[in-house]
C-alpha cells in the first residue's frame, strides 16, 4: 500500500472510531479557485488560499457531520465575534483528526474557516449546490455541517459528484421571508442571517428578524432556517428536524 493510501485508511478508521459522518480529502491547489472572494459572512473578509494557513499545504480534509433541528444554528455572540454552539461537536472531532496527522508527524491547520467550506465538501463528493446556495448531500439535504483541516500529508483524493438534486422544485425560493434567492444565488444584504451577524442594517427587516431569527437570550439567538426547513432533500421529514408542522405552510 502507498504512503498515501496508508495514511487515508488509517484516517478514515479514526473518523469511524469518533462517528464522524463524512470525511474526505482534496489537493489543496483546488482551493486557490476562491481565494479572494467575498466572503458573505464576513463584511470585511475574503477568501483565503490553503497556502495562507499552511505555505506547505498539500491536502485539504473535509470533516462533516449531520445536524438537525433550529438549535443547531443557535448563535452567541461573545467578545464580538460570533459562535455557533451547534458546531462544537463537529470542531472537537475535527481537533481530534487535525491531532492525529500531526502525531504521525505531518503538520495539520484545523479550522480554516476562511477557506470556502461548502466548496471544499463539494470538491470531496459530499453534496451539489442546491437552488439555496447551500450543499445539498443526497442523504440529508441541506444539514451537513463542514470542518476542515489544511495539512501537508499527501493523501488520497475524493472526485466531486455532480447532481441536480433540485430539479423543478423551487421551494426555498418561495419561502425565503426577504426574496434573497434566486436559483443558485443569494442577495447576502437581504437574507437574515446576514442581517443578524451584522447588526443589523436595515430597519425593513426588523420584523422578519424577530419572526424568524429570534432572541433567545442576551447575545443568543436562533438564524434563520427557512431555505433549509423547506427543502425536501435528505428525507428527513420538517416535522421531525424541529418539531414544528410543515413550514411550508406558515
Ligand atoms: S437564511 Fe432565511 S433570509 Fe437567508 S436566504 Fe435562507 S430563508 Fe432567506
Ligand atoms: S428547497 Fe428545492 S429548490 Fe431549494 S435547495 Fe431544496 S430541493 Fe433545491
Not at 502525531?103 to 453534496?127: D, I, T, W
Request: net charge negative; hydrophobic share 35%; glycine share 8%.
Amino acid at each position: 500500500m502507498s504512503e498515501s493510501a496508508e495514511i487515508t485508511e488509517n484516517m478514515r478508521q479514526k473518523a469511524r472510531e469518533l462517528n464522524i459522518d463524512l470525511i474526505g480529502a482534496i489537493p489543496s491547489e483546488l482551493m486557490d479557485e476562491f481565494a479572494g472572494m467575498e466572503v458573505n459572512w464576513d463584511r470585511w473578509g475574503t477568501m483565503k488560499s490553503p497556502r495562507d494557513y499552511l505555505p506547505d499545504a498539500r491536502s485539504v480534509v473535509v470533516v462533516a457531520e449531520a445536524a438537525f433541528g433550529p438549535t443547531i444554528d443557535l448563535a452567541v455572540r461573545r467578545r464580538g465575534g460570533w459562535n455557533y454552539v451547534g458546531y462544537k461537536p463537529l470542531e472537537l472531532d475535527t481537533w481530534e483528526i487535525g491531532s492525529y496527522l500531526q502525531s504521525l508527524g505531518y503538520q495539520a491547520e484545523v479550522f480554516p474557516s476562511h477557506l470556502s467550506q461548502k466548496n471544499m465538501a463539494r470538491l470531496a463528493g459530499m453534496g451539489s449546490f442546491g437552488k439555496n446556495t447551500l450543499l445539498l448531500n443526497p442523504d440529508v439535504g441541506p444539514y451537513l455541517r463542514i470542518d476542515g483541516i489544511v495539512t501537508d500529508a499527501p493523501l488520497e483524493y475524493d472526485e466531486p459528484v455532480e447532481a441536480d438534486l433540485c430539479g423543478s422544485c423551487e421551494r426555498c425560493l418561495q419561502a425565503c421571508p426577504t426574496g434573497a434567492l434566486q436559483p443558485f444565488e443569494i442577495e447576502a444584504e437581504k437574507c437574515l442571517v446576514h442581517q443578524r451577524l451584522q447588526g443589523p442594517d436595515d430597519v425593513r427587516y426588523a420584523g422578519l428578524l424577530e419572526q424568524y431569527s429570534p432572541r433567545l437570550a442576551s447575545g443568543a439567538y436562533l438564524m434563520c432556517q427557512r431555505c433549509q426547513q423547506v427543502c425536501p432533500v435528505g428525507g428527513i421529514p420538517p416535522w421531525e428536524r424541529d418539531g414544528t408542522t410543515d413550514p411550508v405552510s406558515h
